[in-house]
């Protein structure tokens, strides 16, 4: 039996669109153990009634891209999963569940592929490596994708850097937060965004969070998935006004993130309430950066 812990990810903390994530202390879990014949899969936590138990498994599907690499393949598979990460809300549920089955399955098979292999794998099924770079490798993870390689900058997360998270209680998948942004953008916008995302590195790499209020400002994607998040503007400004030194959507929605040093209840409270006045229930909760990626917990074998 292979077990491997996956932290969740807030991916392109404002400008870094595509290319920066952070992993967090928040975990799903996969299982997964060769048996002699068919595919069971169980799922508990979140989305646990809405996540295929069937072949079309992300979990699986990762699994299955594995096993055709390296030719090899066992019988049949068990798997089973375990949710924290919240589904469709921009925390990197799918690139959780495709790094923990690449992960799990090529132990399974006794580890052929690099995890430099894996994350071009991952990153090739998830489309993008903002969420799965930093889900492997832990920390804040800048990645550049070269054809079909990636290329990877680890930063720490700076010491006393606190996230609060407002989960809102409706789902958006990163597939209708994508179809929603031009396929062109302005010079001006790209520059914008080009200099945001040099201010950003450079404030983390100095654990420097006066420069975050700048370092997170967007123009590639926020401004047009703003549309379909109730509120998104006033949460951000009512977050700073309470004293976060930064907020963004995290990945592709609809959660938005705020970062901070101190006062983190406050900033959670009128994020919370200030959704509320928008009309959106949600819950909020304090998530630390995780410095550690995915973590194979023990391997057994029978
Ligand atoms: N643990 C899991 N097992 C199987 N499928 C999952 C799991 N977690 C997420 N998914 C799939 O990924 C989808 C969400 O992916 P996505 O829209 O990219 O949002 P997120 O921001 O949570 O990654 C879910 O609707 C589900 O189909
Ligand atoms: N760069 C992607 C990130 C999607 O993150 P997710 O956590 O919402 O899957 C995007 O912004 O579309």
Do not use: W
Not at 127 to 135: C, I, K, R, S
Not at 192 to 212: H, Q
């Amino acid at each position: 039996m292979i077990r491997v812990q996956v932290p969740a990810t807030t991916a392109n903390m404002g400008p870094g669109f595509d290319c920066v994530g952070m992993a967090l202390k928040l975990y799903n879990f996969v299982e997964m153990e060769a048996i002699e014949q068919g595919v069971v899969i169980d799922v508990e936590g979140d989305g646990a009634d809405k996540i295929p138990r069937d072949k079309s498994n992300i979990v699986y599907l990762a699994a299955e891209r594995v096993f055709k690499i390296v030719d090899r393949k066992p019988a049949g598979l068990r798997i089973k999963l375990t949710n924290n990460i919240p589904l469709a809300r921009g925390l990197g549920s799918s690139a959780a569940a495709t790094v923990g089955g690449l992960i799990a399955a090529n132990m399974l098979v006794g580890s052929p592929l690099s995890e430099k292999e894996l994350l071009n794998v991952a990153t090739a099924i998830e489309g993008h490596p903002d969420n799965v770079a930093p889900a492997l490798l832990g920390g804040i993870v800048v990645s550049a994708k070269e054809d079909d390689d990636i290329k990877t900058v680890k930063i720490q997360p700076p010491a006393g850097m606190k996230c609060v998270v407002a989960i809102p209680d409706f789902q958006l998948s990163t597939k209708a937060a994508r179809e929603v942004l031009p396929q062109n953008v302005s010079m001006e916008d790209a520059v914008f965004n080009l200099s945001r995302t040099a201010i950003l590195v450079a404030a983390l790499m100095r654990g420097d969070f006066d420069l975050l209020s700048i370092g997170l400002d967007d123009r590639l994607h926020q401004p047009y998935r703003a549309n379909l998040i109730p509120g998104m503007k006033k949460v951000f400004a009512a977050a700073k006004l309470a004293g976060a030194k930064g907020v963004a959507l995290s990945g592709a929605g609809p959660t938005l993130i705020g970062f901070c040093d101190e006062n983190i209840g406050l900033i959670a409270k009128v994020m919370k309430d200030t959704f509320a006045a928008n009309g959106v229930r949600c819950r909020v909760v304090e998530l630390e950066p995780n410095p550690v990626g995915a973590t194979a917990l023990e391997k057994i074998s029978l």
